[in-house]
């Protein structure tokens, strides 16, 4: 279900429901079985040569290539150059392309079929670009609040990121287009990303930061990246790891390919399972300077250093992905230009996705609180105040010049910055405007995007029924500062004086509404102020940002997002910040997030899994039954309230004290659509497989249930646990 919506719905809204704004399948792509695909792959890589079978593992340089990276082009046999293109939330570097939600607001939607659906959409606009990979999705973890790159992927939780990856994969790649699972691994901040090794213990790999990635392979992903990083003190380009975790135990099928220069050498990385070098030169500042790949491995497989065998591999692994993916059935022409972005003869993917997009951006909406249901607006709030340059456009925003990729924040925010943004939205719908569109003439507002002049703030504050007061705090990749912050946030406090701005308007309007757009967790000195009714969540909405807000506010959807990550009450409470050292020991091991708030019993500001609907939902009796392997649970769920809504139903299993697992972990969740007045009883279903009932045994190296005494906890939010059942394996 992607949206749910109440009474009033506009035909817009209804069809959402109906699933009827997916995005249409390319009628022209035959996926095909990874057998199916190895077959055809071994006839043509049998006939390439030694420098052909390279050639198409090895980028061309950056800085002269269509994509962010190409590979060699070969003829006879023929294999076309790949175009690599960022990102994870769309295509970069080009125009006429939709912005859509982020990674992170995909996940806080929690709704399966609405995370399929942005992947379709994504993978419709690759394809028609001709662009055969994207780079994405990214299933890095928020291990720290701060975490720069940490809104690019889904959240704390390596089931949500799990279910979200494996999702969005199908989705892109049932396009045709190869997903990219990144960063391949323990790339969770940016502060000395090309230095620091992340030490991880091999059950919290298994358990936490593995876990997306096996999932996609599960799913099928044609490419993993390997990151920036070192893992345990060994680049993770030329990491043994990639063979023996990804190749030999997940049973990975496609090819590994680097970030953007990770890889360090020729011979370590060719024989720990590297498959592919990008963008191809080793020297950053020289675009056309020779690639550890390229000459350098025809000379190591000449010299008796690499196998060719091993080439023979990479070769394979690579036109399996396309052969998978049919790319050799009428695959586009490539039409991106990334390094000189030029909208003349730009082919337009945009389609009909702006309606998911806005959907999307509704359905991930995390409504935090609601006192005195002062949300949705009512028909008599007849004057509104709309506060803070967060609530507009800014023409910076679209200056390639002044805020490439996104890097500044002068007005709303839709994404973070770095290369995981659509660089060139073809618009943006900023909040002031969603909402204009939606009260035309009936409502009057008044309206500042002045963040500083408080006696003015104050007074148009005062001027209105109720006053919506907007803020935000931004993140992205590197180390390039953006108003003084790096690609992690130095801190959690709001941007551009929002904390004051806040207040003084909470101080001037009885009813205030407090909007907050951010890359992840902020601190809320202000959330227990007695005039702010309601703390509305819309994270990264992306292009449709006010029309989407508007949808929520105003009741024509019921918001349903739910957190996909822990927000303090203060910093301290966090298991950890971002590093500067160049060691860095994963020390809280599987507790992290709402793990380690629960096994420290500190209370969280808003928890993991929280939001909060316009009605009310019931759970009745919860039922279980356990078999060897398996586990059902079933529970009823009702909607007691007077509008229609959905709910993210969410099952948190604690295992047996003998585990020494955290106090309980997400292993399910359904979003559920469920119609008003008492008498409409949704039965939802929970299936529990050896993959969520196991831990990872460090002794035989295997996936082993525990036995003993399980308890099966049923709620609203990591914190809002409803219904409670035990059994035992
Ligand atoms: C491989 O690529 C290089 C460019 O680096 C080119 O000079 C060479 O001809 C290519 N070899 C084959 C066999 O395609
Ligand atoms: C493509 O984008 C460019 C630049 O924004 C714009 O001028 C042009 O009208 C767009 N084309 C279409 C078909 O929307
Ligand atoms: C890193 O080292 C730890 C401790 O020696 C070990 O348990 C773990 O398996 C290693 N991780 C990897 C990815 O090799
Ligand atoms: C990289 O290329 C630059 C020229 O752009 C050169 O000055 C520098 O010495 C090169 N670095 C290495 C390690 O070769
Ligand atoms: C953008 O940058 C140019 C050159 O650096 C500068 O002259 C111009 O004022 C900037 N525009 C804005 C809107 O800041
Ligand atoms: C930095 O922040 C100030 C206000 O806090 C804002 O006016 C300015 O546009 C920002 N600069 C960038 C590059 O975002």
Known sequence: ????????????????????????TNADVKLRSWDEAQDLAKELVGQMSLEQKVNITTGMGFNITPCVGNTYAITN????????????????????????????????????????????????????????????????FMRTAESGRGWESFGEDPFLQGVAAAETITGVQSQGVISTAKHFINNEQETNRHEE???????????????????????????????????NGTSACENDMMNRILKDELDFKGFIQTDWWAAMSTVQSAVNGLDMVMPGNMNTTDDHSPSYYGANLVNAVKNGKVDESRVND???????????????????????????????????????????????????????????????????????SVIGSDAFNDPLLFDPENCSNFMCDPATLIQGWGS?????????????????SRVGNDVKIQSTND????????????????????????????????????????????????????????????????????VGAILMPWAN????????????PGAESGNSLADVLFGDVNPSGRLPYTIAKELGDYVTTPSADLEIDYTEKLNIGYRWFDSKKIDPLFAFGHGLSYTKFDYGELKVKARKDQVNAEIQVQNTGDVDGAEVVQLYLSFPESAEEPPKVLRGFEKVFIKAGGHHKESVKFELTKTELSIWDVTTQSWVIPSGQFEIHVGASSRDIRQFATFTL
């Open 1 to 24: 279900m992607l949206v749910s919506s109440i009474s009033k719905a506009s035909s817009l809204l209804l069809l959402a429901l109906l699933g009827a704004s997916s995005v249409t």
């Open 314 to 384: 990479m070769a394979l692994r690579i036109v399996a992905a396309y052969y998978k993916m049919g790319q050799d059935n009428d695959f586009p022409k490539t039409t991106i230009d990334s390094f000189h972005v030029d909208p003349k003869g730009s082919v337009d993917v945009e389609g009909d996705h702006k309606t998911l997009v806005r959907e999307m951006g509704a359905a991930s909406v995390v409504l935090l609180t609601n006192q005195d249901n002062i949300l949705p607006l009512k028909e008599t709030d007849k004057s509104i």
């Open 529 to 540: 102020h007695e005039n702010i009714k309601a703390i509305v969540w819309p994270g990264l």
């Open 77 to 140: 046999p023929d294999f076309p150059s790949l175009c690599l293109q960022d990102g994870p939330l769309g295509v970069r570097s080009s125009y006429n392309v939709s912005a859509g939600v982020a990674g992170i607001n995909a996940a806080a939607s929690f709704d399966r079929k609405a995370i399929l659906q942005r992947g379709e959409m994504m993978g419709q606009e690759f394809r028609g670009k001709g662009a055969h990979i994207q780079l994405g999705p990214a299933m890095n």
């Open 451 to 518: 963040n500083y002049d408080m006696e003015k703030v104050k007074q148009i504050a005062e001027a209105s029924d109720i006053a919506i007061v907007f803020a935000n705090s931004d993140s992205g990749e590197g180390s390039t500062p953006v108003n003084g912050t790096k690609g992690d946030r130095s801190t959690l406090t709001l941007w551009n004086n929002g904390d004051k701005l806040v207040q003084s308007v909470a101080d001037a309007n009885k009813n205030t509404i407090v909007v907050v757009h951010s």
């Open 197 to 231: 090794s992340s030490n991880v213990d091999d059950r919290t790999l298994h358990e936490i930061y593995l876990w997306p990635f096996a999932r996609s392979v599960e799913a099928g992903v044609g490419s993993v990246m390997c990151s920036y990083n070192k893992v």
């Open 420 to 436: 995981g943004v659509v660089s060139h939205p073809s618009y943006i719908v900023p909040p002031i405007e969603g909402i204009k």
